[in-house]
């Protein structure tokens, strides 16, 4: 498992509390293990979150910027 962004380690510490119960909420199974096995703290394991979640938006927009142009052409 790779180590947090220092950028996503500075937004994970700047969180509230709701969001930082959201993301854990949403957070995998193994990156909760982490934690529990103390390998990484709740705030590495935000950023780690945060980073995954901001990498898969990118990847739907990419995705839905293709299906977009493949449906504008037929």
């Known amino acids: ?3 947090p962004d ?3 380690l500075e ?3 700047n ?3 709701e969001d930082t119960e959201r993301l854990l909420s949403r957070m995998r199974t193994k ?3 982490r934690i529990d096995d103390k390998i990484f703290s709740t705030i590495e394991a935000i950023a780690i979150q945060l980073e ?3 990498e898969e938006l990118e990847e ?3 995705n839905r910027v293709k299906l977009n142009e493949k449906f504008k052409d037929t």
């Open 1 to 3: 498992m790779r180590k």
């Open 6 to 8: 220092k950028d996503y």
């Open 11 to 13: 937004k994970a510490a």
């Open 15 to 17: 969180l509230n509390e």
């Open 31 to 33: 990156l909760v293990r």
């Open 52 to 54: 995954r979640e901001d």
């Open 60 to 62: 739907w927009r990419e």
